[in-house]
């Protein structure tokens, strides 16, 4: 079964609107238009309506209503998904469901180390409410004043604490979720242990709004660090750059909490296009990394073991050169230097993406093959690679060559695309490391998966989403 491929006809529209409320169905062009472009500007869509649901019953109805009615519905969170997942297509005839006012703190149980948030929480204010109950929630992506907790699951999101904490999936308990029958599967459980069969929960996470729509969860908290201590090092080689993060996972353990690594023409990017930006260190290096080692005891117990892994380090001819910060504000400063990178680089023309992880001690040949294939497809093309190599998922760029002509450039994408996945592939690495398959990369999973992986996925969506009304295109 597939959804019904033309518009909803004005009465249906009007049978929407209802159920939100007039003021909470958009329809203007204007007040629209935030919702039908992603952050890179690849897939502009179209829509009838953008509906804006303010609680999980409300989402239900509006499920049950499309469903009787095949009509598509395109879940949407922040919209800071990097493959297209969240915008409908152009063909306008997909209704916008946007989360965003489900964004209440349902319950915080800092006894149990657990919160209840609704999907439409973004992630700071998820992360402020667990510091304000001196409690951490450790997921954290540059993203995050703007992503949702729903979205951060739909995408099983990584960012820069997995070293130590693990994704979305790792933080989570349990699940509230509308099925595209617009029932509701309460499983806001909030158990370590519940061995009562298949886990639907985790079904739910990472299916990229293709199974149900998730409107609240049950997300683990973890004690406040009293301190932290944060690197920022050059480095000669990649061979370096792993021995430093092998040394410094034997010396912290999981108080490394980030192990970022960029490679200098990333810096030289950041350098010249974010404002008031400046080199940490006075010489320049091949590799940079940024370092996070936290503390239960203190800042000054964080900071003595940052300065013996360094010593060692340089000791060992692994660090060229470091810093260590010496407030928060020299520490926010370090990290806007890696956290600008994803935007830096559209100040540079085109720039072809691939965000691939591989087994972290085939990182330094994955690099140099990647790059040598890259360049046999766009000759002067400039590879940027960045990204958590503590979970060996890197941001594999490749930006146009100077002054070449952008979109002459972009016309290579899948070519390029094809030179690098094929060395992901040769390395047992995997095509999306943390931003899903969305629109982007659907072409590719026939390519990467088994044709029993590929035929489950389907009984899957077949099973919970009979019409295919759930972000349809997507994923699979
Ligand atoms: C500057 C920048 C940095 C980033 N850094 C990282 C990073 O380090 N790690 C990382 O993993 N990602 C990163 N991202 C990507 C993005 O922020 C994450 O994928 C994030 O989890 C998306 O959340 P969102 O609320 O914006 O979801 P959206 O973009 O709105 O949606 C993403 C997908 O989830 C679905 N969806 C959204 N909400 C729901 C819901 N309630 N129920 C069901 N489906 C839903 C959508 O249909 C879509 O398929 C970055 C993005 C930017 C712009």
Redo the contacts with the bound molecule.
Sequence with gaps: MTALLRAPAPALLERFAAIVGARYAVTDTAAQAPYLI??RGRYPGRTPMVLRPGATEEVAAILKLANETRTPI??????????G??TPHETGNEIV?S?GR?DRLRNLDAEANTMTVE??M??ANARAAAAKADRLFPL?????G???????????????AVLAYG??RDLTLGLE?VLASGEIWNGLRALHKDNTGYDLRDI?VG?????????AAVLKLYPRPRGTALIFAGLPNLGAVLRLLNNARATAGRDLTAFEFMARIGLDFVLRHLPDARDPLSTKHEWYVLAGISSLISDDDARERAEALLAAASEADIVSDAVIAASLAQAGELWRLR?AL??VQKHEGGSIKHDVSLPVERMANFIAEASAAALKVVPGARIVPF??LGDGNVHFNVSQPIGADREAFLARWDEVNEAVHAIVAHYDGSIS????I?RAKRHLLTAVKSPVEIALMRKLKAALDPNGI??PG??L
């Design positions: 992603e952050p395109v879940p949407q969170g922040g919209n800071t998904g990097l493959v997942g969240q469901l989360l489900l999907a439409g973004t992630l954290s992506l540059a993203s995050e703007t992503c949702q907790i729903g979205g951060n699951l739909a995408t099983n999101a990584g960012g820069t994704t979305m979720v739910f299916s990229e709004g293709t199974l149900a729509i998730i409107t956290e994803s935007e990204g958590h490391g943390e931003h899903g969305g759930l972000n997507k994923l």
